[in-house]
């Protein structure tokens, strides 16, 4: 038990700060994104179909639905306790590494910039981390078959998953484990037998997949290669340095891969599985953002995922430096590490926050809801909407078509349908910035020069703010006449 003291201080440090930016946070991490998971689970027990959808992650709408209920915050607090999850698994994998300081390993990943300014979210990141950390510990209890189909559920999480699977595959190939290959389909063909029975699709895994061949990419655009390098340290902390220097550590055994059956299971798992998983990932990312294919928005908040891997071989790293015998580096590091969060709070980067706003777009909704308010018989007229946030603070149903409807759609053919064409008179269409001309392919000037709405209002924020697209948002307030 005295061996547990000090990790049992680093968590209670972390419950109080993770504890204090639940209270006290005016907005949430993620976007639209995270209300969007929130409404998919939500209001999955009355659309049954909504289980299955590929852009919520199956995994997170089952398993987050019943929290879901109990509202918005439920689900933020359901994914602090996954976070902590993840956090003691880290712990034990890295008691299992035989690291020095194995209860350094929490607290470097629960004060990750990521990982903290994340906390208040709805997104699916901390559930699918769960999945690779916990395939890493049952790797090293020589626990393959269930490793391999705790595994294979982890693209329904998120997609990345397959690229994961992939490293797996060559991990199996390489060390001789290739009996346990077939054990990461399970999860692939489950769900695409439970979808191919609900939809008829047969290849309901790529049928169904939003992220093939999708029309966001223009849109959505791409950027440098070297995107999420630059970002590393505010995504990482001093972490992502010390993870680069030990990929260069530990960069030698690439040449004797084919070999590697013959390393210790510790170092299969080093080299595989910790290293080889987090740099497959994060070229991953890179790549998809660099080419701005599957929808990529370099969203840097992505890498998440990859937290405890950095984590470790960051540690790892750290451990074979002079510096750590010194008890004044040691304890330098720590308050790096430890004010790694509170940093990246006074920069403009709203992907890592602690302590989160209430994003600008959402506060152009709020503004608009006012001058909705103001409509006479508002309640008993439907709306048309853009920003997802606008059905979460007039509390309607979003896949209740008789009351809230987006703009427009695509059908089973991917053809583009006007949904606002088929309003009634007295309805609500809510255009806005960033929705408007991307996601929905709708610009401003379509209803301009549509002679059956009337505008009514345009709201900004207070200040310019540039949203996707590269203009300035805005949001417009049409009645159908």
Same mark, same amino acid.
């Given at each position: ?149 705790? =595994? ?6 998120? +997609?990345? $998953?397959? !690229?994961?699977?992939?490293? &797996? /595959?060559?991990?199996? *190939? ?113 790549? =998809? ?6 929808? +990529?928005? $370099?969203? !840097?908040?992505?890498?998440? &995922? /990859?937290?405890?891997? *950095? ?171």
């Amino acid at each position: 038990m005295k061996g547990m003291r000090p990790v049992g201080l680093v968590f209670l440090l972390a419950v109080v700060v993770y504890g204090l930016n639940f209270l006290f946070a005016e907005g949430f991490n993620g976007g639209a994104d995270s209300f969007t998971h929130y409404q998919i689970s939500r209001y999955s027990w009355n659309y049954p179909d909504l289980l299955l959808d590929q852009w919520g992650k199956p995994i997170f709408t089952i398993l987050f639905s019943p929290l879901a209920q109990l509202g918005f915050q439920a689900v933020i607090l359901g994914n602090m306790v996954l976070i902590f999850i993840g956090a003691w698994l880290a712990f034990l994998i890295a008691k299992k590494l035989k690291l020095k300081r194995p209860h350094w390993i929490p607290f470097m990943v629960l004060f990750t910039p990521i990982v903290a300014g994340n906390a208040i979210s709805g997104l699916t990141e901390m559930i699918c981390a769960l999945f690779l950390i916990g395939f890493i510990l049952l790797a090293l209890n020589q626990k393959f078959i269930w490793g391999s189909i705790l =595994l294979s559920f982890m693209p329904f999480a998120r +997609s990345e $998953g397959f !690229v994961i699977i992939a490293v &797996v /595959i060559l991990f199996y *190939v390489l060390t001789k484990r290739m009996k346990y290959m077939p054990y990461l389909l399970v999860g692939s063909v489950v769900f695409n037998f439970i979808g191919w029975a609900i939809t008829g699709k047969p290849l309901w895994i790529f049928q169904s997949n939003p992220y093939m061949g999708s029309s966001y990419d223009d849109s959505y655009g791409s950027g440098p290669i070297y995107h999420f390098v630059m970002y590393g340290v505010p995504v990482f902390g001093i972490g992502f340095l010390l993870w680069l220097w030990q990929t260069l550590r530990e960069f030698p055994a690439v040449f004797n891969l084919f070999k590697s059956h013959q390393w210790s299971l510790q170092k299969q798992v080093w080299i595989f599985l910790i290293l080889g998983t987090s740099w497959a990932y994060f070229l991953a990312h890179t790549v =998809l953002w660099w080419q701005g294919i599957m929808a +990529s928005l $370099g969203l !840097v908040r992505v890498m998440f &995922v /990859i937290a405890v891997p *950095v984590a470790l071989l960051a540690l790892k790293s750290w451990e074979n430096l002079r510096w750590s015998e010194m008890r004044w580096t040691n304890a330098a590091f720590l308050v790096l590490i430890a004010v790694a969060p509170f940093t990246m709070r006074l920069f403009p980067l709203q992907e890592i926050q602690i302590l989160p706003a209430l994003g600008v777009e959402e506060q152009v909704n709020v503004k608009a809801l006012a001058i909705l308010e103001q409509q006479p018989q508002l309640s008993q007229a439907k709306v048309y909407i853009g920003h997802p946030y606008m059905n979460i603070i007039l509390e309607r149903d979003p896949y209740n078509r008789s009351v809230s409807e987006s703009m427009t759609s695509f059908n089973e053919k991917g053809e583009l349908v006007y949904n606002y064409k088929s309003a009634k008179t007295g309805d609500l269409v809510i255009w806005d910035g960033h929705y408007g001309p991307n996601e929905l392919h709708l610009p401003a000037d379509s209803l301009e020069v549509n002679s059956n709405f009337q505008f009514i209002q345009a709201v900004k924020a207070d200040f310019p703010f540039i949203t996707l697209g590269g203009k300035e948002y805005e949001i417009r307030i049409y009645k159908r006449i």
